[in-house]
């Protein structure tokens, strides 16, 4: 099994950064990609961004590129997403999810096996 914990939410004012960190644990494996969603109040999970195995390739959500970048330290077996220019609309619980033995990008919740239990984000205008 694999354990996920997410960490680094919390209140700030739009315009201000974030960065969350994801750190697995249990029987992991340096090729398995990782992503992150969120999920606000109503609304359904929706993709945020999503990383390889190695950092080499990367993939975003049209609303948060240019603005988020997620990054992983394999060695600490970590993901990170550092959040800039902070929207009330990103305002939302943030999952870090995790891909069985599948190193490839994925914006499909349903191809990751692995989730934490979610971090609160929230962005006041």
């Known amino acids: 099994q694999v354990q996920l914990v997410e960490s680094g939410g919390g209140l700030v004012q739009a315009g201000a950064s974030l960065t969350l960190s994801c750190a697995a644990s249990g029987r992991t494996s340096n090729f398995d990609a990782m992503g992150w969603f969120r999920q606000a109040p109503g609304k359904e999970r929706e993709f945020v961004a999503a990383?390889?195995?190695?950092?080499?390739?990367?993939s975003y959500a049209d609303s948060v590129k240019g603005r988020f970048t997620i990054s992983r330290d394999n060695a600490k077996n970590t993901v990170y997403l550092q959040m800039n220019s902070l929207k009330p609309e990103d305002t939302a619980v943030y999952y870090c999810a995790r891909r069985s033995f599948k190193s490839d990008t994925s914006q499909y919740s349903a191809e990751y096996a692995y989730w934490g239990q979610g971090t609160q984000v929230t962005v006041s205008s």
């Open positions: 990383i390889n195995w190695s950092g080499g390739s990367t």
